[in-house]
């Protein structure tokens, strides 16, 4: 799991004051940080732009010149004059090694290397530098970002951002960077040191959210020899009008290790034989799934009645439409929109009115206030980059892959996380374990185009 920061200025600042280093000395090992990556990559002798800004990111792509010189064809392109003390000082040294910019970009490079603007990015770029950066992506070539990608705001939103393969960001991992807005932008991201260990950077310092890893899953192994199958939970799920999403959620949980699934209808419908049938739940029914495909098969008072039965919730899909959510996230619950059923979500609880883009431009921010003003209850916001938020805690997954885009996937969700939750993982645990098995399983197809909810399930199993 890895510390997310929205920003690193006073991580700086306490480098600084507390380990004696400098600005120079850390630009240096923030360099040196990209260099290894390129050697790592990439055969000497290769071509390389570099994009300069005025500010300290330009003073690293100076300096990563400097260091590439003599190894690679390198070149460097000034995007922006230099203006702060150590951008000017890197260029001179730059110049003084005979690497003098170029004033037209070629039509080919083995590798890109964006330095023209840091993270903190708050206001628009202009014309000129949007044609830049417009221009850099049209290059066919291995494309690096110098700490956070050239246009992405410090909010993890942007306009014209530079599209990189890889991020190589410095001392700590950015919160923006994993907003969902950056997924398309940011590529494989890397971490690099600024001369001291990453504990001693970070230390004394809450991060603002955390990133999941494939480390991080805890599988519901079974290492208790004698038990049976109500050691691990009876789990409900009502299905309404679109009894695939039901079944699917069902099958989900009973493939993630749940004891025993039932699938609540009002009329008797065909369903596969792992799964049992019922009209109400059973007196052992420990958590109850709720909204999949569920339509308007219950009415009101149906609806009310169910909130006050004794069990864990998981709320989903349909669920985010109807007034009555209010009975569930007043007592607690697991509750998993995506976007646009959050801004109902939102409207219902009288948190606010938002739309999606809205929404989306503030996943993080919402996320935490809406879990703020209800304490009780394990948000997890669908998306590129699924946030988990419960008690002023934030998590991010950014495993999935675009396989997961497909109808029926979200119910498959809800069915893992009621398994959890119906084998006594804590509501956060759940969530996060179940968000990491639903992301882990989506990777790996040659066609990612292909996948379906069932293969998904089956995928699971083999985790």
Do not use: W
């Amino acid at each position: 799991m890895k510390e997310l920061f929205a920003s690193l200025s006073a991580l700086d600042k306490s480098a600084k004051e507390n380990y004696n280093l400098t600005e120079e000395l850390m630009m240096e090992h923030a360099a040196i940080g990209i260099k290894k990556e390129i050697e790592l990559r990439f055969k000497k002798g290769s071509s390389i732009l570099i994009a300069t800004g005025s500010g300290n990111n330009g003073a690293d792509g100076f300096a990563l010149a400097r260091l590439l010189d003599g190894y690679y064809d390198v070149e460097i392109f000034e995007a922006l004059e230099p203006k702060s003390s150590l951008c000017k000082l890197q260029k001179s040294r730059a110049l003084s090694c005979g690497l003098i910019p170029i004033k037209n970009i070629k039509s080919k490079y083995d590798i890109v290397v964006d330095a023209i603007f840091g993270s903190g990015l708050t206001k628009t770029i202009n014309t000129k530098i949007s044609k830049l950066i417009t221009k850099l992506n049209s290059l066919i070539a291995f494309k690096i970002a110098c700490d956070i990608p050239s246009g992405l705001f410090e909010s993890g939103n942007g306009e014209c951002v530079f599209m990189s393969d890889l991020t190589v960001t410095m001392g700590a991992a950015k919160t923006a960077l994993f907003s969902d807005f950056a997924k398309e932008f940011v590529g494989e991201l890397v971490i690099a040191g600024l001369g001291i260990p990453q504990e001693l950077y970070k230390r004394g310092f809450k991060a603002e959210a955390y990133l999941l890893e494939k480390s991080d899953l805890l599988l519901p192994l079974r290492v208790v020899k004698s038990s049976h199958k109500c050691n691990y939970g009876h789990l409900a799920v009502f299905i309404g009008n679109k009894e695939g999403a039901g079944v699917l959620c069902g099958l989900s949980a009973l493939s993630f290790g749940c004891g025993l699934v039932s699938l609540i209808t009002k009329e008797k419908i065909n369903i596969p034989p792992d799964l049992m049938q019922n009209n109400v739940p059973a007196t052992n029914t420990t958590t109850i799934c709720i909204g999949s495909g569920l339509g308007n098969t219950l009415d009101s008072s149906e609806l009310k009645k169910l909130a006050k039965i004794d069990a864990d919730f998981v709320i989903d899909a349909d669920m985010f439409y109807k007034n009555e959510i209010i009975d569930f996230i007043q007592k607690g619950a697991i509750l998993t929109p995506h976007p646009k059923e959050f801004a109902s979500l939102l409207k219902i609880s009288k948190f606010g009115e938002f739309t999606t883009t809205q929404i989306q431009q503030m996943r993080f921010k919402l996320a935490k206030e809406f879990c703020d003003k209800y304490p009780k209850c394990t948000l997890v916001l669908k998306g590129s980059n699924t946030i988990i938020a419960n008690n002023n805690e934030l998590f991010v997954c950014s495993l999935g892959s675009a396989s997961l885009a497909k109808g029926g996937s979200g119910d498959v969700l809800a069915g893992l996380i009621g398994a959890l939750l119906a084998q006594r993982y804590s509501p956060l645990e759940a969530a996060k374990n179940a968000v990491l098995a639903h992301a882990l399983a989506s990777c790996g197809f040659t066609n990612n185009y292909a996948l379906t909810p069932s293969e998904l399930i089956e995928k699971i199993k083999t985790l």
